[in-house]
Antibody, heavy 122, light 107 residues
Framework: QLQLQESGPGLVKPSETLSLTCTVSGASISSTSFYWGWIRQPPGKGLEWIGSIYYSGSTYYNPSLKSRVTISVDTSKNQFSLRLKSVTAADTAVYYC??????????????WGQGTLVTVSS | DIEMTQSPSSLSASLGDRVTITCRASQSIGSYLNWYQQKPGKAPKLLIYAASSLQSGVPSRFSGSGSGTDFTLTISSLQPEDFATYYCQQSYSTRYTFGQGTKLEIK
């Protein structure tokens, strides 16, 4: 059974960098047709897609966050990571990692981590 | 950017009701439309992909339809576990935007 688990600090200071890691079990992060992505949800609000990385290493980012976001993969650890720099209170959210499947029918996230709350505050 | 607009934003219904939620895209997205269900404190769960394909393990009372710009999610007979928030998401462009959500509440 495929599982994803987010990890990282729950509190980040303004202007610093938010760093989260997603550990994947039950599947290889190098599998073809799989995308690995990050989605966030501010408290009481809707979902916002942050970005995805394909098994080949290609990355796709939300244009509104692109200048601050980096998603990378560590195949040796079967993990992928999110870095969001220069954070503000507006970046406070539950951050989810997710595995997506993509082919001619589109891309859809069929497995999700449980989510981790990151608060930006001094 | 492709904007996704759901209606209504909230909906009250009774057990056994047939419910329809609508999602409209700001431009044609073919059938690249997914639906998710989210319960409080939980991660979203994939219900429907490619506009009308039922994800494995999802009850058959859920169905999706539409193409182009207009899509619907229908629950044929509401069950207690269906009260949740529902989101549509497009995957036509690589900015996989979500709708704002529809909260389904018990009447």
């Amino acid at each position: 059974q495929l599982q994803l688990q987010e990890s990282g600090p729950g509190l980040v200071k303004p202007s610093e960098t938010l760093s989260l890691t997603c550990t994947v079990s039950g599947a290889s992060i190098s599998s073809t047709s799989f995308y690995w992505g990050w989605i966030r949800q501010p408290p009481g609000k809707g979902l916002e897609w942050i970005g995805s990385i394909y098994y080949s290493g290609s990355t796709y980012y939300n244009p509104s966050l692109k200048s601050r976001v980096t998603i990378s993969v560590d195949t040796s650890k079967n993990q992928f990571s999110l870095r969001l720099k220069s954070v503000t209170a507006a970046d406070t959210a539950v951050y989810y990692c997710a595995k997506a499947y993509g082919d001619y029918v589109g891309v859809f996230s069929d497995y999700w981590g449980q989510g981790t709350l990151v608060t930006v505050s001094s | 950017d492709i904007e996704m607009t759901q209606s209504p934003s909230s909906l009250s219904a009774s057990l056994g009701d047939r419910v329809t939620i609508t999602c409209r895209a700001s431009q044609s997205i073919g059938s690249y439309l997914n639906w998710y269900q989210q319960k409080p404190g939980k991660a979203p769960k994939l219900l429907i992909y490619a506009a009308s394909s039922l994800q494995s393990g999802v009850p058959s009372r859920f169905s999706g339809s539409g193409s182009g710009t207009d899509f619907t999610l229908t629950i044929s007979s509401l069950q207690p576990e269906d009260f949740a928030t529902y989101y549509c998401q497009q995957s036509y462009s690589t900015r996989y935007t979500f709708g704002q959500g529809t909260k389904l509440e018990i009447k």
